[in-house]
């Protein structure tokens, strides 16, 4: 066989545990709240300091095959769950670390990948046993407690931890969980502390703009370009005095007021251009002053994408021609503006339409809330919006299950006690894959001790001493430098999404069992002779 590079079997496998135990270990020193952060420097010259491991990785530059695979799962959980992306990385290399174990005393792969996928499928089973679940009292101080948790490893924990979690549970709860109607704006100026939340959308303020009515606006979207349509019938027109030059000028005035016109009998009291497609022309001045005689707020907007989310807010359909204005049922498609105004945020952000659309019943916004988040530097900004966005994903997380885990490493322990227990009294001591991944999953709280400054090994044996007696809320005591490093947790307030952290632990087992498959590595064409 031509152009193959390694060789089968275990030493394949051997050089690709190491090259993921490489990409594992430059981050194991991020996990945690006494954590350190990563200082880097990009190809473009740009620097970046960061304490999240999907940040940290991406701009890492890793050839070999293998390696990269961890990469990618960092940047998959980054994406399902929003956090968690070192502490995946982290439990995939330990578990692939185990398996060379394994593998160098004699164990066939098959055995190990089949009880690494049952091991893995008894701890998410497990996990469910150890989930605990809120009333509706209790929802908002639970969520801030889990947004501390995400918060607390970011480098902005140092600076407004109990306010930026505040604002995240703040910002969850107006979107009721759907993270994709949330904006973040980033200004340099202030203190993270200054940031806030608006209940609508900011758009750059149009010139000229005078707004009419504040509160419940009738609002009309046009999505197409308010000129005189051409003729389909090919023609020439020569002017040749002043006066056909004013009757053209009166006929296209004429046009523009018919349909300023049909909207002043419609009742509105807004209309939206959207000027994002190539083939809507923007929108002309003497159109808006028209509007503004009929007192009717006109501007534009170049984004699709503000323009759709302004449809779904206000509930209007999008005039799409000329013709729709005048149909019997035009009135029908007119929305709903709650609020609309402008206001002068700051001397960086400038002046800003508002746009506040109608709320549900519950007093939960119907469409896209903005955030504003203020920092001294860019480069903190940019870590700022980076950690808000992991608490976001967090949060979100309990509206697809609202079910909650203790965090501090008591659902590793607790994992990892649970499995040595399923081992028949025989095997109990005997070693093999399922007491491999048991040993795997101490990584975690043994990483979050020995980043604390605390001995990982005797504090973890401690630990397990007491979930193998039953006292199963027994964690990690990552603030006090004195005692035995151990405590009970549950009134700690560190507590995680179940959901979270059932998907670290399949998805890490999931990358590792995907790795161990690979028994060769080929590179470009080969030739079987």
Known sequence: ????????GLRCRRENILACRSVASSVRSM??????????IEEDGHVLITNDGCTA?????????????????SRVMDIEAGDGTTSVVILASAILDMALDLLEKGFNIVRIVREFHQAAQLCAVHLESLQFTITSAQRDDLLLQIARTSLGSKVVSQVAHEELGRLSVAAINETKGDI?????????EGSLTDSEIIPGMLLSFPEGLTIHTNNTVSTALLQFSLEKPESTVKQRFTAKTAEDIDRI??????????????????????????????????????????????????FKIESTQDFQAIARGCGATPFVSYEQIFEPTAKSRLGCIHRLYLRNFSELLGKKLVIEFPRSADGVSSTVTTVILKGGTPAFLSEAERAFHDAMCVLRNTFRKPCFVLGGGVCELGLSSFLESTED???RFAWNPTRAFAQALRIIPMTLAQNSGLDGFRI????????????????????SSQGEGIKDLSNSGIVEPLWNKQRQISMATEAAIAVLRIDQVLQGDFNIV
Request: charged share 25%.
């Open 1 to 8: 066989m031509d152009g193959s590079v390694g060789d089968c």
């Open 31 to 40: 996990l945690g709240p006494k954590s350190n952060d990563k200082f880097i």
């Open 57 to 73: 990785l991406a701009s890492m530059r890793v050839e070999q095959p293998a390696a990269r695979l961890l990469v990618q799962l």
């Open 180 to 188: 994709n109607q949330l904006k973040v704006v980033t200004v340099c």
């Open 249 to 298: 000028f009166r006929e296209e005035e004429q046009f523009i007021k018919s349909f300023v016109i049909a909207f002043k009998k419609m009742s509105a009291k807004a209309v939206i251009v959207c000027t994002g497609s190539m083939s809507i022309q923007p929108l002309p001045e003497a159109v808006i002053q028209l509007f503004q005689r009929a007192k009717i707020s006109a």
């Open 425 to 427: 009294t025989a095997n």
């Open 460 to 479: 973890c044996e401690r630990a397990l001493s007491e979930h193998r007696a039953g006292r199963n809320t027994v964690g990690l005591d990552l603030e």
